[in-house]
């Protein structure tokens, strides 16, 4: 005999209060839950947001908005309907995971959203069919829904109430996303790109006839607004593993499309050190990185080193913006390409000559300025980094630190999946286990140990402290003075204020 056990910490307690007040609106028979919230309980996994379709959806949203907590945001009109979102700040589930065996986080801290938008005016199964994916076009009554997160119904139950018109159910079991029509792209070109995320997501393959479609149309990325691009790339690139979708999206044509700039990266043979033409590398440089942070312990084997990294890609949007550098940091070299007598090929500050085409390539997808700063920064620093890393004296690998901060993890990060991507070529096999072993985790030991507890303690003189002791004006020179205290104190120069202060006056001095 089926026993009622209530599943109500499915969901934030507010988005269940939403749905009971749904519940008992007058147009409630009509109400379903749709998409991705229907695949996610299905699949058992966690349900970070749910979309409710009902008749009047605009008038019922502000209704209930006036009796619940929570925000509620108009979202604007989506294929003719306006979109009218809940957000709640009471919990929900962690999407991506990073780094299992050092920083494995489940049920961490994060919004939760509820989408309450208006049926299609011919009922649930004309609203179904214009969706975008198969596992994504299946629904549930509103109120048998609430009855099986009340105990009420089993799960075989809840099946059973399933609108599902396109064998949704029969491709979620067999991990198969599939459109459910010819013309999903043209509907919305966008598709072009949730399908990797979404595959990336939920470990499914792509049916041969969703890839065809991709091909046939994936020159309408071009008319996508930038900013929903990068939304759909950053969610995919902060998942892991999703080096070896984004090769399969260069292999539909995707990405040249999308960045023409990379375009002349294939054939684009490299020869010395390299088995791969610029194209293949590029994409093998991703999947390298994301090798090294999948295994940290094996690189960096401190727990406080792999903790440092692991801070620093989960920050923002760092990791994201980190693969996307390891995509585009050779992007320069078609453009400085030259082979010698002897045949060998060159590529003379090719870094600096993919600067100009990254930022155009930041201002295409709307980054913020923080993100299309780390992306040049990435862009044009990769090699410096391997020389800094491999080859500098403490005492640059200390300025090198100091100059970029933090940021320089992501450089060391992309320097190791650069050298490890041409393993493969025979490069020097102890040159490489030094550099990756050895070389790699010393100059990480330097920001551990050395510019990290300098940079983050209180500075021996400020700039207040500058203007007033030495009746300075505000301005460049002060901070000028500023960075030549924190250099003296990295390099064992100085270490207490007095001694700041005499530093000071010799520089002013030495510029009479």
């Given at each position: 005999m089926f026993m009622p056990e209530k599943r109500n910490n499915i969901l934030p307690p507010t988005a269940l209060l939403v749905l009971n007040k749904l519940s008992c609106n007058e147009n409630a028979n009509n109400a379903y839950v749709v998409g991705?919230?229907?695949?996610?309980?299905?699949?058992?996994?966690?349900?970070?947001?749910?979309?409710?379709?009902?008749?009047?959806?605009?008038?019922?949203?502000?209704?209930?908005?006036?009796?619940?907590?929570?925000?509620?945001?108009?979202?604007?009109?989506?294929?003719?309907?306006?979109?009218?979102?809940?957000?709640?700040?009471?919990?929900?589930?962690?999407?991506?995971?990073?780094?299992?065996?050092?920083?494995?986080?489940?049920?961490?801290?994060?919004h939760f959203w509820l989408d309450v938008a208006e049926i299609?005016?011919?009922?649930?199964?004309?609203?179904?069919?214009?969706?975008?994916?198969?596992?994504?076009?299946?629904?549930?009554?509103?109120?048998?829904?609430?009855?099986?997160?009340?105990?009420?119904?089993?799960?075989?139950?809840?099946?059973?109430?399933?609108?599902?018109?396109?064998?949704?159910?029969?491709?979620?079991?067999?991990?198969?996303?599939?459109?459910?029509?010819?013309?999903?792209?043209?509907?919305?070109?966008?598709?072009?790109?949730?399908?990797?995320?979404?595959?990336?997501?939920?470990?499914?393959?792509?049916?041969?006839?969703?890839?065809?479609?991709?091909?046939?149309?994936?020159?309408?990325?071009?008319?996508?607004?930038?900013?929903?691009?990068?939304?759909?790339?950053?969610?995919?690139?902060?998942?892991?593993?999703?080096?070896?979708?984004?090769?399969?999206?260069?292999?539909?044509?995707?990405?040249?499309?999308?960045?023409?700039?990379?375009?002349?990266?294939?054939?684009?043979?490299?020869?010395?050190?390299?088995?791969?033409?610029a194209w293949e590398h590029s994409f093998q440089v991703v999947v390298e990185l994301e090798n090294i942070i999948a295994e940290l312990d094996e690189f960096f084997p401190s727990e406080k080193q792999q903790q440092i990294l692991l801070e620093w890609l989960n920050e923002g949007t760092n990791l994201a913006i980190l693969k996307l550098a390891a995509l585009f940091h050779d992007i320069g070299k078609p453009l400085v390409k030259e082979q010698d007598e002897n045949g060998k090929i060159r590529f003379f500050n090719h870094e600096k000559a993919g600067l100009t085409l990254v930022e155009n390539i930041s201002e295409s997808l709307r980054l913020s300025r923080r993100e299309a700063d780390l992306l040049s920064l990435m862009v044009s620093r990769h090699l410096q980094v391997q020389d800094i890393v491999s080859r500098a004296a403490r005492r640059n690998q200390l300025k090198f630190w100091h100059l970029h901060g933090e940021d320089a993890i992501g450089l060391l990060l992309l320097g190791c999946a650069d050298r490890l991507s041409k393993a493969a070529a025979g490069i020097n096999a102890d040159y490489l286990q030094k550099f990756i072993y050895q070389h790699s985790p010393e100059f990480l030991k330097v920001w551990a140990e050395e510019v990290s507890p300098v940079l983050k303690a209180k500075p021996l003189l400020n700039g207040r402290d500058i203007m007033r002791e030495f009746s300075l004006p505000q301005g460049e020179q002060v901070g000028k003075l500023k960075e030549a205290i924190v250099e003296a104190q990295l390099e064992g120069k100085i270490s207490n204020r007095q001694e700041a202060l005499d530093l000071v006056t010799k520089l002013l001095q030495n510029n009479e």
């Amino acid at each position: 005999m089926f026993m009622p056990e209530k599943r109500n910490n499915i969901l934030p307690p507010t988005a269940l209060l939403v749905l009971n007040k749904l519940s008992c609106n007058e147009n409630a028979n009509n109400a379903y839950v749709v998409g991705g919230g229907v695949r996610d309980l299905l699949l058992g996994k966690g349900i970070y947001d749910l979309d409710i379709v009902i008749p009047d959806a605009g008038k019922v949203a502000e209704q209930i908005a006036k009796e619940v907590p929570g925000t509620l945001v108009t979202m604007g009109e989506t294929k003719g309907k306006v979109n009218n979102r809940f957000v709640f700040s009471d919990g929900g589930y962690e999407r991506f995971q990073l780094g299992e065996k050092s920083f494995n986080k489940t049920n961490i801290y994060k919004h939760f959203w509820l989408d309450v938008a208006e049926i299609d005016s011919e009922g649930i199964k004309q609203d179904l069919k214009k969706r975008d994916f198969t596992v994504n076009s299946m629904a549930l009554p509103l109120k048998t829904f609430i009855s099986y997160l009340d105990g009420e119904l089993s799960l075989e139950q809840l099946r059973g109430s399933l609108v599902d018109c396109f064998n949704g159910k029969k491709d979620l079991y067999n991990k198969v996303l599939r459109e459910v029509s010819n013309n999903i792209i043209i509907k919305d070109p966008l598709r072009l790109w949730r399908v990797w995320r979404q595959a990336a997501e939920l470990d499914f393959t792509i049916a041969s006839s969703l890839l065809n479609i991709i091909i046939r149309d994936s020159h309408l990325c071009k008319e996508l607004p930038g900013e929903r691009v990068r939304s759909e790339l950053v969610a995919l690139l902060s998942l892991p593993g999703a080096g070896e979708w984004l090769v399969k999206a260069g292999n539909t044509g995707l990405v040249e499309s999308q960045f023409p700039a990379m375009a002349s990266l294939k054939d684009c043979e490299q020869g010395g050190y390299h088995f791969q033409d610029a194209w293949e590398h590029s994409f093998q440089v991703v999947v390298e990185l994301e090798n090294i942070i999948a295994e940290l312990d094996e690189f960096f084997p401190s727990e406080k080193q792999q903790q440092i990294l692991l801070e620093w890609l989960n920050e923002g949007t760092n990791l994201a913006i980190l693969k996307l550098a390891a995509l585009f940091h050779d992007i320069g070299k078609p453009l400085v390409k030259e082979q010698d007598e002897n045949g060998k090929i060159r590529f003379f500050n090719h870094e600096k000559a993919g600067l100009t085409l990254v930022e155009n390539i930041s201002e295409s997808l709307r980054l913020s300025r923080r993100e299309a700063d780390l992306l040049s920064l990435m862009v044009s620093r990769h090699l410096q980094v391997q020389d800094i890393v491999s080859r500098a004296a403490r005492r640059n690998q200390l300025k090198f630190w100091h100059l970029h901060g933090e940021d320089a993890i992501g450089l060391l990060l992309l320097g190791c999946a650069d050298r490890l991507s041409k393993a493969a070529a025979g490069i020097n096999a102890d040159y490489l286990q030094k550099f990756i072993y050895q070389h790699s985790p010393e100059f990480l030991k330097v920001w551990a140990e050395e510019v990290s507890p300098v940079l983050k303690a209180k500075p021996l003189l400020n700039g207040r402290d500058i203007m007033r002791e030495f009746s300075l004006p505000q301005g460049e020179q002060v901070g000028k003075l500023k960075e030549a205290i924190v250099e003296a104190q990295l390099e064992g120069k100085i270490s207490n204020r007095q001694e700041a202060l005499d530093l000071v006056t010799k520089l002013l001095q030495n510029n009479e």
